[in-house]
């Protein structure tokens, strides 16, 4: 384990915490999309009823789930393997599969016309794009 109090420590731990944040996000919601489908459909339904995407409900949930679980799964194995092994490639992936779920989810609520949605996820890709970058460290 690095000195913490360095650029080197500074950076372990900032990869260690952004892995473990995205983790936590994104394993959450992937459950919670598992676990309560029938509400979730039923609710993006009514959500998505006057987009483009209206027909696509059940399709859209199952791809966004898988996204999310490997953008979680990714994150978490990966905050595993930094804290162990030093390594962030893993991790990388789970942030690059995060990037691009946000995006997913960020282009469904431009789409229903959900504003105020859409521009809720702007600080979770934005921390998105700084884990990219953290876990290219070395």
């Not at 399709?59 to 996204?67: E, K, P, Q, S």
């Not at 799964?73 to 990388?92: D, E, H, P, Y």
Request: charged share 10%; net charge positive; hydrophobic share 60%.
């Amino acid at each position: 384990m690095p000195t913490l109090h360095t650029l080197t420590g500074a950076i372990f731990l900032l990869q260690i915490l952004s892995s473990a944040l995205l983790a936590v996000l994104f394993l959450q919601s992937g459950i919670d999309k598992i676990v309560n489908r029938r509400g979730n459909l039923e609710w993006l339904k009514e959500h998505f009823a006057k987009s483009p995407l209206a027909g696509v409900v059940p399709a859209m949930v199952t791809g966004i789930t898988i996204l999310e679980l490997a953008a979680g799964a990714l994150s978490a194995i990966g905050c595993v393997v930094i804290i162990f092994w030093r390594a962030s490639t893993v991790a990388f992936y789970g942030a690059v599969v995060s990037a691009v779920a946000i995006v997913s989810l960020f282009f469904g609520q431009r789409m229903a016309k959900d504003y105020a949605g859409a521009a809720v996820l702007v600080p979770y890709f934005l921390l998105t794009l700084a884990a990219i970058y953290l876990l290219a460290q070395r």
